[in-house]
């Protein structure tokens, strides 16, 4: 395996609330903020890429996502 596909393999992956939203994640952006202001299980911060621009860890969702599931909680409503 060459260098660069070792370095992509590792790479960070980020998503976008676009990508949140077409995996069925989240609909609106009020309630991706409600749920980061939870204080029981939030939803992870965002990095912040530029002004504009912010993007979450694909990791950090995939935990969140997956610590709901095993706590029975599904909808994170």
Known sequence: MCYLQRMLEHSLRLLRFRDLKAAGIVTNRMTLTRWMRRA??????????????VAWRADDVAAWLDRRAAAGRGDPA
């Open 40 to 53: 029981e299980d939030p939803f992870p911060r965002p990095l912040r890429l530029s002004p504009a621009i």
